[in-house]
């Protein structure tokens, strides 16, 4: 069985044990711009690289969703 | 990758309430469905509590793929309002744009009149999307 992987919601696989450090390395995600849940619930940065995850584990990656208006926007251009 | 983005009438009124409701601060949140119809909006709390930027809450926004897998739906896109500015991406959306395989919804109250437009944001590049809109109010769970 492979380990279950969730990225914004979307299943994905992955042979496990693996470290999240490396699991991301895998998924070409940065984690600067992700927050990473472990069987639900959230795992600090700093224990990407100590935390290996398995075949019996559920790993939900919320990637990032962030932006804004900015103030790079003229207010007459609509 | 979303193609199409049909939104019904009775959803878009919920992103222009939302909108309105949280003016001047910024609001966000997520779209669901099937095959490019959004059925369902997911209004999350805007973790930056700004009015010019936005940036979902990690755990509400896990909450929210939870259930949108129990109801057999899949994230469409993401949307957040410019409460002054206009309904295109800034720098700043294509700069934080971490999930190329959604679309980013923005609802202008700059204007007279809402104005809400999807893209795809991919690559450092945005390309409009077409919303068809429609009148299907089915937004049942």
Request: proline share 6%; aromatic share 4%.
């Amino acid at each position: 069985m492979a380990l279950r992987v969730y990225i914004n919601g979307r299943r994905d696989e992955t042979e496990g044990p693996i470290s999240v450090t490396d699991l991301l390395a895998s998924k070409k995600i940065r984690p600067e711009v992700c927050t990473v849940a472990v069987n639900r619930a959230v795992l600090p940065r700093e224990e990407y690289a100590a935390t290996t995850v398995g075949d019996t584990d559920e790993v939900e990656i919320m990637l990032q969703m962030a932006g804004g208006a900015g103030v790079d926007w003229r207010s007459d251009d609509r | 990758m979303i193609e199409r983005l049909e939104i019904p009438a009775a959803i878009l009124g919920e992103l222009t309430a939302h909108a309105r409701s949280g003016a001047p601060l910024e609001v966000c949140g997520l779209l669901a469905g099937r095959e490019g119809r959004v059925e369902r909006s997911y209004p999350l709390t805007n973790a930056a509590a700004r009015e010019d930027f936005f940036a979902l809450d990690p755990l509400e926004q896990m909450a929210a793929y939870r259930a949108m897998r129990e109801a057999d739906r899949e994230c469409l896109a993401v949307y957040h309002s410019h409460p002054a500015t206009p309904a295109r991406p800034s720098a700043e959306d294509i700069a934080n744009a971490n999930d190329p395989e959604v679309a980013y919804v923005i609802v202008s109250l700059s204007g007279p009149e809402p104005n809400i437009r999807a893209f795809h944001i991919r690559d450092d590049t945005s390309h409009e999307l077409t919303i068809h809109e429609t009148t299907d109010e089915d937004t049942e769970d």
